[in-house]
């Protein structure tokens, strides 16, 4: 008789799905980083097209529901990075900064200097 007991494997841990699907999803989570960051800094840029309004336009709401999705996204991101390649890992996070920080400085200066 054979006592040995099947072993039962989480979809998790099963090294060849993890590592095909896990740089998909960076991939696919780093382009979502960029497109949101981006979306974010045209929001506020289209604010200098228009006269100054006495409420929230559509453009601040688009602004506001781009930071919040920023932030799962980056989660996901930094989750299914390979800090191996941090080069290639940091690329993204680079240009997402750099439009966020282009963002909220002209958002700053449209609010409190026009």
Excluded: C
């Excluded at 998909?24 to 200098?48: D, E, P």
């Excluded at 601040?60 to 191996?84: E, K, Y």
Aim: avoid cysteine.
């Amino acid at each position: 008789m054979d006592n040995h007991k099947p072993e039962i494997q989480s979809p998790t841990t099963n090294a060849g799905v993890s590592k095909a699907v896990r740089p998909r999803i960076n991939r696919v989570s780093g382009l979502l980083l960029i497109a949101l960051s981006l979306t974010a800094l045209l929001a506020v840029l289209g604010g200098f097209t228009q006269p100054p309004q006495a409420d929230e336009g559509v453009g601040a709401h688009i602004f506001q529901l781009s930071i919040v999705a920023l932030v799962p996204t980056l989660l996901l991101f930094l989750v299914t990075a390979d800090w191996r390649q941090r080069w290639r890992s940091a690329r993204p996070l680079a240009f997402a900064t750099a439009a966020l920080v282009i963002a909220f400085g002209a958002l700053f200066y449209l609010e409190h200097y026009r």
